[in-house]
Nanobody, 126 residues
Framework: VQLQASGGGLVQPGSSLRLSCVVS????????VGWFRQAPGKEREGVSC????????AYASSVRGRFTISKNSAKNTVYLQMNNLQPEDTAVYYC????????????????????WGQGTLVTVSS
């Protein structure tokens, strides 16, 4: 299983970015795919995820209403649309996949994810 994240960059506050995660060796018709981030000096945190079984999504409270996760199963790609970015969103963003359909209480917990991609850096600064 391989996950390839891309789309990061340097943007000003209030801007938007769309991250992409191309997944190979793993079907988006099953399992759970999530986005996590880690800022310098901070622990990795769950940002958003999507569960294939029923399409359920979950968001961290800090991004709810600004970020939207979606997937294109035909392209085996999961997206994270990030709007109104703020300096506190600065971090390395990782996509990860879990083999099963995680229960809601586990969806943003990194320990349940089996496969990880390399990160893409998002920097929000004026």
């Amino acid at each position: 299983v391989q996950l390839q994240a891309s789309g990061g960059g340097l943007v000003q506050p209030g801007s938007s970015l769309r991250l992409s995660c191309v997944v190979s060796g793993f079907s988006l018709h099953s399992g759970t795919v999530g986005w996590f981030r880690q800022a310098p000096g901070k622990e990795r945190e769950g940002v958003s995820c999507i569960r294939s079984g029923d399409g359920s999504t979950a968001y961290a409270s800090s991004v709810r209403g600004r970020f939207t996760i979606s997937k294109n199963s035909a392209k085996n790609t999961v997206y994270l649309q990030m709007n109104n970015l703020q300096p506190e969103d600065t971090a390395v963003y990782y996509c990860a996949a879990a083999s099963g359909n995680l229960i809601r209480s586990s969806m943003l917990a990194s320990r349940y994810y089996n496969y990880w991609g390399q990160g893409t850096l998002v920097t929000v600064s004026s």
